[in-house]
């Protein structure tokens, strides 16, 4: 069986967050660990902008892809925008 990572790619937390975003990471070095395990780990590519239009605006994925979204929806989706975020968030949907 093949499993999708994308914790390859660092997040930064906002400010005062307490969010553990290294259990990823930790959950798969522990299965890659386990050789009674029989899995495949595959880095996640990040999905096509076509592929993200069937569940969203493209003005929401623009706005996303570029950084401007309103701060409250930023606030909405947890992390504060950078390149990885955007890289991450589009390699856990390809995944």
Same mark, same amino acid.
């Given at each position: ?36 395990? #029989? =899995? ?29 979204? /309103?701060?409250? /929806?930023?606030?909405?989706?947890? =992390?504060?925008?950078?390149? #990885? ?11």
């Amino acid at each position: 069986m093949k499993l999708y990572y994308s914790d390859h790619i660092a997040l930064q937390r906002a400010r005062g967050s307490r969010f553990p975003v290294e259990k990823y990471r930790l959950l798969r070095e522990h299965l890659q660990a386990d050789k009674r395990l #029989n =899995f495949t780990f595959v880095q996640a590519q990040e999905v096509s902008v076509e592929t993200l239009e069937l569940a969203h605006a493209r003005s929401y994925i623009q706005a996303v892809l570029t950084g401007t979204l /309103s701060a409250q /929806s930023q606030r909405r989706i947890g =992390f504060p925008w950078s390149e #990885n975020f955007m890289s991450r968030a589009r390699c856990s949907v390809g995944a």
